[in-house]
């Protein structure tokens, strides 16, 4: 009993401790971002990691949810007669809550899992010490770049799914259950507002920060939480939490997110 | 770092002194250049040299190289202790000539 | 009258209940080659980063060249780190990079000297270390002792004042380490640096040491120069010399009892 209520203390010591860690990052990095030395390149390339790299999985899973909301969207309107909103409904579903969610979950676990890995290998293997030796910032040189990348690549990604997605709902309505090609398309762009556009354009903003977050974090700081001790095994512990947090802290924020902008 | 340049008659003569680190090689190196530039041979005198590290070096082997280049001749002149040692560990010792007289390197010409 | 490279005073490190660093003070003169030795456990891997500036001790100062890093703002650590050159135990290369970009890093990071000159630079530490065939390798493409090569060259790029070796002959053959012996004598001869060797190789360490630091549970046990060391008439100075295993005074019932014990 005294076990358990001690396990549990350490455990939550331990999570606010990280998190703590993980807002200092930020505050650390957004302070030197803005102080030379500017590197523009590094950044590109994160883009290019982040972005074209989980291209291919924002392609087939814009096109696949697309799918089946329009599937299980008819299923419902037809009961009630109002296939006419199909557009709408597809379009504010993606635009507002799925497009920014999926595309988030989608690059934690191309991306962000990959990045944690790689710092977390760099922190083991005295690379990251290496840096500091050299008078070279490593949380500049090494994840500023990388958070970034996650503002600028995430908000583009979860453009690309939302095209593929509408197109995708569009596929199954109009040309599979046959609803008007017109209703679609118009209903669409008439129920679409600009707050809607905002909301997730906010979200994406935000969720490519958090995820490129609290995945650098992970890796960055293994040393100082429970896996750092043990090795390669502690690197795949540490990315399995990573991906596991930033998943779920990316469905509460899109709660959070969405209920302060209504 | 003391850099000066002198022309005599057949060649361009650089006196070196003083300490030559990170901060004096870039000049050093331009000095160099824009010696070899003008197309005539060029003499380094090392003798005042207390310390070169090897951004200086470097200065000294690209120059070397551009002269080869250009054909012109490139000799190094009466080289301190201290700078000696530095050529020797990077075995650059027997790359370079190396002249105790500034007539032998006339000579050469 | 030499001059304290390093000066370290009364320099303790906790961990938690633990006493990793007892009280450690000693100095590093300018110019000399010291070896830092002492079995498993004794603190030396804690003392090198406490001095390298990546661990803050619990109590005590580190003054190098002036400063003392203990307590120094973050800029000043980094002025001082461009005087550093560090070569870790597992060569620490940055994989992403050839080992010419490894090398060259430093330099593009902090001066503006021409690519020519960084390219020639480059070379020259290179070939220091005979590595100069394989500047265009990846560092996984490297065997152990290349890639302690390289990270040496990496290390000395900027001509630093004070060099620091983590277990230099750690995985390396004996030929491989004799190389790296004397070039670690010629880098203090001839650049005149301040070299500092972690090791627990006891040939490389009498065959370098100007001087040699024994620590011992987190305490500095004894410092002076090889021949005093070899002289030391203290049991756990001789016991490291003489590779004595250490002595294990059982009590039977003890070790009945530790064998049966349940301990969930």
Redesign the interface.
Known sequence: MIKTINNLGTTTIEAIEQIGRTFNLLLIIAWKIVQP?YRIFPIIKQVYFIGARSMTVILISGATIGMVLGLQFYNTLERFGSVGVLGSAVALSIIRELGPVMTALMVVGRAGSAICAELGI?RI???I??L??????PDKYLVAPKLVAGILSVPLLNFVFNVVAIGGGYFVGVILFGVAEGSYVNGMIDSVLWSDVRLGLVKSLIFGLLIMLICCAKGFYMHLGKYGSQGAEGVSRVTTDAVVISSVSVLFCDFLIGALMS | MKCTLHSENDYDLLELGGEIDLHYSPDLREAILASLKEGKPLLIDMADVSYIDSSGIASLVEGFQTAKSAKLAYGLLKISDPALQVLKLTRLDRVFSIFDEAEKFQAQL | MTTSAIEIRDLVVDYGTRRILDDISFDIHQGEIIVIMGGSGAGKSTLLRCVLGLKKPTSGHIHMLGTDICHAAREELYELRKKMGVAFQQGALFTSMSVAENIQLPLREHTDLDKNTIQIMTRIKLDMVNMLPYENLMPSELSGGMSKRAALARAIIMDPKILFFDEPSAGLDPITSAELDELIIMLKETLKMTIIVVTHELESAFAIADRIAILGEGKLIQIGTPEEIKNSQDDRVMDLLNRTPRENNMDKDEHLSRLTQDNR
């Open positions: 030395p760099m293997s005295e690379q010490d290496a500091e030796c050299m008078a070279i910032a």
